[in-house]
């Protein structure tokens, strides 16, 4: 008889954003005229760039020619793209990443989850709290996290690092030892950042305590101030324990093309073994590497004409971001993050639950965004809005919060 | 101090097509003029029909405008894709499945990969020898697979299913219990079939046993003979013992577009769970979703047009499996396959070991080939051609392969 992987059923309840959409759609099915703005999930609305839609159409035209054929490509993505990353996102910047150790992916999501493959069962696992769920909930699939106490809201073996107003947001190593450690700089979901000394105390912590940090750099081109690492390997140490990964999810406005990529240095081992080599060993084994036309599309991000056009989406969100957080602290609300990230994250008045406050945007302003408490425990009395929306519509939502609390 | 998989260490040498590649690439380096005609790795080399060329480019003009835009999709695919592969695929073969049954992803690489997440790690598992490698790695990895014995080529705790000569290359269900149960037909690497009667015979073990059936489809649009079931779901009692991967890839020229799918049936229970719900999880939580312009270029290939453009590609390459088949066969050489399949398994002459065959053919016929020795010990002694290349290079590959053997 087969057996299950019964920490499957120790998941709780459904994947936090579905829940948000259930409640959109319960909303809308019973006010079909409120129109509904979705400062919620944090998905891009601006169309691919031209650079990107030309090269994606050029790749697909030799896709149908024989010449121009491409069947299997290799499992880590080709030089094409893995070649411009090293040098656009990391040569430039004064860091030294070897193309073979960028393995392209189909996306951020999957690597942070499938990367629980190459450790074993009994490390632990240490999460910021809040927290992007996909960092918790792979770790619970893999049996790291225990078992989920309802009462808390937490794994009774995960290590909860709290990101509250106290710390800033960030927090500092903790004075047990961990084994693996997710950091994300700029923060999903608070918004906050990284400073430099922060992370060196992180690198040095994981160095002296044969630590892996996984470093969550997605969001890493909203970053706006100048001292602000872009990259954990900016960071004296890192290449011996870190993995970073980063998306052209935000960056490009891929999160429907779909593509990705994951940082293991060569210098990286643990129990003598290369973390680099544990994770090619899995990437081939188990994925086939990503579509050539999406290969493709990726590196026309870093052309020239890319480069511009894509920063001239990302400051379009930008603009979006300021727009939130400056309207919202003008109507007294208590607001973080947005200056170097897409988030903005936002203190419920009142002592109000997060859930509480999610439901009297939705009815009130007829705005949709992301309960904190979803992100866990140390979430509770906050909302995430993200500044992905379409201009216009997140002035006019960011406006009827504004009378919303005029009027209370 | 991070503890890694240690099962991944256990894995022997590399990748078998890495290895193959590599002495490729040595005798290629030492004779420069050595034209080598590959029919080792199950590569297409047809390019994408028009069909599909052309959805992609509309798929992709859209996603260059506000309005035709595609962020984050469903993480199972776009109904417009699951509704005619539950159509095409199944219900106009009279097998009714639900497009919530169906899960499109990037490929069955990966699907075959990742669905032992769903299980615990002491199920019993059992594997036809030869045998796609995947299988067996990523349950080694798992750790499903016991100790890995050099000296027999086998793991001690897999079952394995000798798929040889006597049998027809197709196995009966074992004496023992066994839980998980891999199986593709038409095959890879042997190109054997299953009748109805010899997967009913599997079906009623399974149910029978509480098993559960990985049944990998890759290849059933090669099937010629009208009796050969298309997919497991065609057989009575497989809705509550089986999964089906399916693949683009091969069908219509997919293997560097992408997409694949895999079938969970809603009435398949195990340990008390649906697996239709635990495989969504899975995929909610470290999947994505296959990027819009290719779930474009899959649903493209189910158009009149499609479905006429890629049934002809699959002619092209039935005809290679033909001339190689008969080929080698008038050559005096035993060949099993390439009837209902793009896979031919050739005998090595005079007991010949597999690797000593494929360097023999390399170097005097400049013909590539895959060593039947590397899809499990019961392979040795065989070789695999693939039918998957030019037709005018396959041709002229099996005439230097004859002549070969008339100068022996």
Known sequence: MVKINENYLKLPGSYLFSEVAR????????????????????????PLVPAVVEAMHQAVTEMGTTEGFHGYGPEQGYDFLRDVI???DYRDRGVDIDPE??????????DCGNIGDIFGVDNVVAVCDPVYPVYVDTNAMAGRAGEYQEELGR??????????????????????????????????????????????AWVDYANENGSVILFDSAYEAFITEDDIPHTIFEI???????????????????TGTRCAYTVVPKELNRDGASLNKLWNRRQCTKFNGVPYVIQRAAAAVYTPEGREQTRANIAYYQKNAQVIREGLSQA???????ANAPYIWVKAPHNMGS??????????????????????????????????????????????????AHHK
């Open 23 to 46: 409640r959109i759609k319960v909303y809308s099915d019973a006010h079909p005229d409120a129109k509904i703005t979705k400062l919620s999930i944090g998905d891009v609305t601006r």
């Open 86 to 88: 090293a040098q656009y």
């Open 101 to 110: 150790e960028i393995f392209v992916s189909d996306g951020a999501k999957s």
């Open 155 to 200: 794994w009774n073996k995960l290590v909860y690092m709290p990101c509250v107003q106290e710390n800033g947001f960030t927090p500092v190593p903790p004075q047990e030892k961990v084994d693996i450690i997710y950091l994300c700089f700029p923060n999903n979901p608070t918004g906050a950042v990284a400073s430099r000394a922060q992370l060196k």
């Open 236 to 254: 004296e140490g890192a290449r011996t324990c870190a993995i970073e990964f980063r998306s052209f999810s935000k960056t490009a406005g891929f």
């Open 332 to 338: 007294g609300f208590t607001v973080f993050g947005g």
């Open 355 to 404: 859930w509480d406050f999610f439901d009297l945007l939705l009815d009130r302003a007829h705005v949709a965004t992301t309960p904190g408490v979803g992100f866990g425990p140390s979430g509770e009395g906050y909302i995430r809005l993200t500044a992905f929306g379409d201009a216009e519509a997140t002035a006019q939502a960011v406006a009827r919060i504004q009378a919303l």
